[in-house]
């Protein structure tokens, strides 16, 4: 029998928790009482998380897929896999790190059954978080609402509920930079939201550090918005302009025989000033170039060295 709902959870290196994540989550599912199925992508772990994914698959054959990816590719396309192989109606991805508790995907499922197609869980509260992760996490979603064209509502996550026609469509965008929550935005349909308490972490570090986070900032912004371009645009009329100015000054102290703007200092800042504003104008065009050449070389998004699952 095919499941009703797929959980689809990404696994780096977290040998600590796994087993916990797998049992909360065979409780929650088990007290819907449909068919469901849990695939678990192991996204290049390098401590013992693979072969205790394989020890659980072997234990729970009738529920527990297990897709090991041939090496780290990151978190966004490890959803990607997982969603490659669920068979559900619906599919539900969720971290595998218990942050985000597996009982709140009762809640999303009710909200499916009464008719959304999309239904994200959204952190009311964050627990063990720093000031610092809090102030960067609210800048960064104000910043993609202000820079791109899609709507990503405040404080959802990956946490999330798909129904297969908006898994469908998500399936048909394989870009290579992705940002899944932007691209299920994206999509449309009828969403709703579920507020919920994200919990500390009760093991292990997080794997989303600054840099991750920068990278998937950059990625949201390039693959939605046009504006960086834009602004190269504007900053290149602003230095022509102040060009013209300057100009301009320079001829009236000229013919008015005051002393001119020069000095060797002066020179050097303004060269200076306009050679940053060139070079970050060439990094901005070289991120949109960099998406393109990603995407005409048409590499898969990413390679599997095994799947564990029932036959």
Known sequence: MDPLISVVAPVYN???????????VCATMDSLGEPWELILVDDGSGDETPALLDAIQGEDSDHVVVVHLARNFGHQLAITAGMDYARGEAVVTIDSDLQ????????????????????????????????????????FYRLIQRLTSVTIP?????????????????????E??????????????????????????????????????????????TGYSTLPLKLAL???????????????????????????????????SLVLFIGGVQMVMVGILGEYIGRIYDEVRQRPLYTVQEVRRKA
């Open 234 to 268: 504007w900053s290149g009329f602003v230095a022509a302009a102040l060009g013209a100015v300057m100009a301009v000054v320079l001829t009236i102290n000229r013919l008015g025989g005051t002393a001119p703007l020069a000095g060797q200092g002066f020179t050097a």
């Open 100 to 139: 985000d508790p597996p009982e709140v995907i009762v809640d999303l499922v009710k909200q499916w059954r009464e008719g959304y197609e999309v239904v994200y869980a959204v952190r009311a509260e964050r627990e063990g978080e720093t000031w610092f992760k809090l102030f960067t996490a609210g800048l």
């Open 14 to 24: 977290e040998e600590a928790l796994i087993r916990e994540f797998h049992e909360r």
């Open 176 to 221: 290579h930079s992705r940002f899944v929550r932007a691209m299920t935005s994206w999509v449309g349909l009828r969403q709703s939201g579920v507020p919920y308490r994200r919990q500390a972490r009760k093991a292990g570090e997080t794997k989303y550090t600054v840099r991750k986070m920068v990278r998937l900032a950059i990625d949201a912004i």
């Open 154 to 174: 405040m404080e959802a996550g990956d946490f999330r509920l798909l129904d297969r026609k908006a898994l469908a469509y998500l399936r048909s965008m394989r």
